[in-house]
């Protein structure tokens, strides 16, 4: 008898281990959240327009670099247009917000940690979030696209970094940035 009480009472605190850290999590079907069953890709051709000089940098660097031989430990803040076309005065579709910082101590290259925020058509108010290394003197950088909001929820991908001619001495750098995202 005392025995078969001790068995119970195992079992009764083996459920209820069980229940205490399996509630806080479930499976679920996708289609409850709107989500078709197949992801779509879309390319999205963008130019990055960086301004670090002038009336109005779009840039600002927040922590110079730790010699004056690299751009090894800079960190540059960034609220840079995103426009259709290579022109920095062609219209703007949304704005790269984020931080560059000087990651490489032999080459130029930096960490890439930027938010792309559509702000027009239907794409108004989404996102990508882009996260990578870019040596910015190879011809093509490629970075990963980690995540998105909005129209690109579930998003990953890559995007290729391509400088295009530029104004350097004015602090001007113009990228176009080719970018291939799956999502639903
Ligand atoms: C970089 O150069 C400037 C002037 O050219 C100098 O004032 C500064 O101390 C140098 N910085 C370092 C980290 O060497
Ligand atoms: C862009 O517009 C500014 C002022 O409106 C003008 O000075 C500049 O030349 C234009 N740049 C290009 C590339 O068209
Ligand atoms: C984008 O969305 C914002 C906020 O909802 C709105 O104020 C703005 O007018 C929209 N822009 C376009 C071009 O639709």
Redesign the pocket.
């Known amino acids: 008898m005392t025995k078969l009480i001790l068995i119970l009472a195992a079992q009764i605190l083996l459920f209820a281990a069980i229940a205490s850290t399996g509630d806080f999590a479930r499976t679920m079907n996708q289609e409850h959240l709107g989500l078709p069953k197949k992801e779509k890709l879309t390319h999205i051709r963008v130019y990055w327009q960086d301004s670090l000089k002038g009336r109005n940098p779009s840039a600002v660097m927040i922590q110079q670099p730790v010699s004056n031989s690299s751009t090894f430990g800079s960190v540059t803040m960034m609220d840079d247009p995103l426009t259709l076309d290579v022109s920095r005065n062609s219209t703007v579709v949304g704005q790269a917000q984020g931080i560059y910082a000087g990651a490489a101590q032999r080459e130029i290259g930096y960490l890439m940690v930027m938010n792309f925020a559509f702000?027009?058509g239907k794409y108004?108010?989404s996102t990508i979030t882009i996260l990578g290394r870019n040596p910015v003197f190879s011809k093509v950088r490629e970075m990963p696209v980690v995540g998105g909001s909005g129209m690109f929820r579930f998003a990953r991908g890559y995007v290729e970094a391509q400088t295009m001619p530029s104004d350097f001495d004015a602090g001007e750098a113009t990228v176009e940035y080719n970018c291939y995202v799956l999502h639903y």
Do not use: A
């Open positions: 702000k027009t108004n108010g």
